[in-house]
């Protein structure tokens, strides 16, 4: 009789020969024989991850964690398919988890980098209708179909701190310097993704426009809609990061999303 963890090894030649609906096969048998072994609803979640099926990847990774909390693979597992599945918020907080479990391992940082980036981007696309939540999607199936709030309209005092936020984008210091002088607000936030100009200057990587500002007291540490600082926007590793670092708090991975 063929026992569980002869069934996993099969699943293991099937997936090393890409053959993975095969693969998935042999690890059904394996959960079938013993669905309390963490190892092989892990397996069978890698499987599904290849074939891009990644509700039943991250169903599968869910379980292993189950079975092993903190399980470093599973919530890493479960990060990459969260994110497949454009459920950032939750992405991200398994990406924190992660990271406070599991420290030295230097993948959650980098998913965790990624699943930032996936969030700036969604800023042009769906401006937040509410403030930020740690319990990432809150009942977000009753929200589904209701109207997204407005954007307001800016006032016409706004309008040389648009222009700023502007000129930040395209790292355009010297008419930065001349609103600056003329009244614009270092810290205004724009109302579609709640971005301020140093946002948007570190974002874009412009080291001398992201010094201007801070010299100007803009706050490194204010956040957008999406609870994301400046430093959160800037480049791995760059000057502009190692800038930002020196002058927010040394909370670690906290710098990227303080308020989550």
């Known amino acids: 009789m063929t026992t569980a963890e002869e069934f996993k090894e099969k ?107 996936a969030l700036v981007r969604t800023q042009a696309r769906d401006p937040p209708t509410a403030a930020s939540s740690r319990s990432s999607s809150v009942d977000s199936e009753a929200s589904e179909g209701s109207p997204k709030k407005p954007v307001r309209a800016l006032l016409e005092e706004e309008l040389p701190s648009q222009e700023l936020c502007q000129l930040a984008m395209t790292g355009e210091a010297e008419k930065m310097v001349a609103l600056l002088q003329s009244g614009a607000e270092v810290n205004w936030k724009r109302p579609k993704d709640g971005n301020t100009a140093l946002h948007l200057a570190a974002e874009m990587g412009h080291l001398e426009a992201v010094q201007l500002l801070l010299e100007c007291r803009a706050d490194p540490e204010i956040h957008n809609h999406f609870a994301l600082s400046p430093f959160a926007l800037a480049q791995h590793d760059s000057a502009v990061e190692k800038l930002l670092a020196q002058v927010t708090r040394p909370l670690g991975e906290r710098r990227y999303a303080m308020q989550l």
Request: charged share 25%.
């Open 11 to 117: 699943g293991n030649e099937h997936f090393k020969r890409q053959e993975f609906a095969l693969a998935v096969d042999a690890y059904n048998r394996a959960i079938e024989l013993n669905p309390e072994e963490c190892a092989f609803w892990l397996n069978r979640s890698n499987a599904y991850r290849q074939q891009g099926r990644w509700d039943l990847a991250e169903a599968d990774a869910q379980q292993a964690l189950t079975l092993s909390p903190g399980n470093a693979k599973a919530l890493y597992g479960s990060a990459m398919c969260l994110k497949k599945l454009d459920r950032l918020p939750d992405a991200l907080l398994r990406c924190q988890d992660g990271m406070n479990l599991h420290p030295e391992n230097k993948a959650f940082r980098q998913l965790h980098r990624e699943v930032l980036a």
